[in-house]
């Protein structure tokens, strides 16, 4: 009887902590096939962000390993645009799993970010991964529509949360989430301006390899390649000299005048298939082999300076497993078209790739929101090159002095890269050795710059306190 009776409280408790702390029952993640016991939870499901279009945004969300009622919450945001926060962020940078090289399984990842927060990864915009429309005009769309979409979808995630309405709220992303980020960030900002009830609680803005400002990224990129000895001189130099990428429209050389358009494409072919431009020190993968590999469901060791090259193949097969897709509540509209990290279903507004970010950067700053750009060294896609001028250029504009010169910082007794801050509120960092996907190449140095950024401290400054 003792037994019974506890088994009921005990399913009371559960129940209560589902309903009290809001917990959707329904999105619960029971276990992914092929993944090893853990002690958090996890969720995942669809928010509807318009109903009469029929257009839903898939996430995912893993608590904190320890004490996820203590944690604040992330929300992670992949690039593209048109890229998966699922198959990025989630399942190969720095979430908790990462796909096993079968396509069968998962594996833990030992260093996600789940360690120091909460954390939640979207499929946006519509179009992206298991995220849809029933409208087909919605897959044609841009930043703003983006941005307005990702507020909604927060407001009503949190009516599934609510627990985590009264949380600090953490905006992080990479690569094209240079634009979604600040964006959103600039609506949300809006939102709590007039709302006279909830407002969100952001606390900080991390991003990657942003991109913030099209001519000085992309010049950047060839500035790269010249000083990496991937292009001559000869072609270094004619690229300096022919082209102004001021007249650059994202994604398309025909913009460029005819001279700087012919040495960009002869510049290219010397680096185009032969490296991974995302992070130039790995070796890239041969996805015919892979393929084959999978199919007989044979483990394999593709790694690059211990690095799986090949992940992106191995998770966009285990996405597609039916059986996943039923674990995650996913693809429930079963969708005419397979998961893809990177979508082709949309038609991304090309001219957004062109909006100077740095203004709403300033914004958000203005509003005492800490902002960190950090910079994989190894990215020729958007080099720390750009990227530290553009910090150095805003921090000029917005009068503020440096409060922490260039200097080194630690990660286990060794350099993990190097920072810079103004003002103290705007931080610029490089992580040695990481591409464009920084925790991917360098999860531990990742960890230590994202636990940071949460408690609000500055870079280790010596061996003995990285560890």
């Excluded at 390993?65 to 190969?92: E, Q, R, Y």
Aim: charged share 20%.
């Amino acid at each position: 009887m003792g037994k019974w009776v506890l088994f009921l409280w005990s399913l009371v408790m559960v129940v209560g902590r589902v309903r009290v702390g809001g917990y959707p029952v329904e999105d619960l993640v029971k276990r992914l096939p092929g993944q090893p016991e853990v002690d958090f939870r996890q969720y995942a499901g669809y928010v509807d962000v318009d109903v009469k279009a029929g257009r839903s945004l898939f996430y995912y969300f893993a608590e904190a390993v320890v004490d996820p009622h203590l944690k604040p919450l992330t929300l992670w945001l992949n690039g593209g645009p048109g890229c998966s926060s699922i198959g990025g962020g989630a399942f190969t940078e720095l979430g908790p799993f990462y796909p096993r090289a079968d396509g069968r399984g998962l594996r833990i990842n030992k260093l996600s970010w789940n360690r120091v927060s909460n954390l939640l990864f979207v499929e946006s915009p519509a179009g992206v991964g298991w995220s849809y429309s029933n409208t087909t005009s919605d897959y044609t769309t841009g930043d703003e529509s983006t941005a307005n979409d990702m507020h909604i979808f927060l407001l009503r995630w949190y009516e599934k949360f609510p627990d985590f309405k009264s949380r600090d709220l953490f905006l992080t992303g990479e690569s094209y989430a240079g634009h979604y980020i600040p964006q959103l960030a600039t609506v949300l900002l809006k939102h709590n301006k007039y709302s006279t009830d909830f407002k969100f609680k952001i606390k900080g803005v991390a991003i990657g390899n942003p991109l913030l400002k099209l001519d000085m990224d992309t010049a950047s990129t060839y500035e790269f390649l010249w000083l990496h000895g991937m292009i001559s001189d000869e072609l270094g130099l004619a690229i300096m000299h022919q082209c102004n990428f001021k007249d650059y429209s994202f994604m398309d050389l025909y913009t460029l005048s005819k001279s700087c358009a012919d040495v960009i494409i002869e510049a290219d072919k010397n680096v185009d298939g032969y490296i991974n431009g995302y992070d130039v020190i790995l070796d890239v993968c041969y996805p015919s082999i892979v393929e084959q590999e999978l199919r007989l469901r044979k483990l394999a060791t593709k790694t690059s300076i211990g690095v799986d090259v090949c992940m992106t193949y191995e998770h966009r097969f285990y996405f597609n497993l039916p059986e996943v897709q039923h674990a995650l509540h996913a693809n429930r509209t079963n969708l005419p078209y397979s998961w893809m990290k990177c979508t082709d279903v949309l038609n991304y507004t090309n001219t957004d790739g062109n909006i100077n970010i740095l203004p709403l950067i300033k914004t958000i700053i203005s509003h005492k929101i800490p902002v960190w750009i950090y910079s994989g060294d190894q990215d020729s896609v958007v080099p720390l090159l750009g990227s530290r001028t553009l910090v150095r250029e805003l921090a000029h504009d917005m009068k503020y002095s440096i409060t922490v010169p260039y200097r080194a910082w630690f990660y286990k007794d060794q350099v993990g890269g190097w920072m810079t801050e103004y003002g103290n509120l705007l931080t610029f960092a490089t992580v040695r050795g990481a591409g464009h996907m920084v925790p991917f190449a360098q999860p531990g140095r990742a960890l230590q710059l994202f636990k940071s950024f949460v408690n609000g401290h500055r870079l280790p400054n010596s061996t003995q306190t990285s560890t």
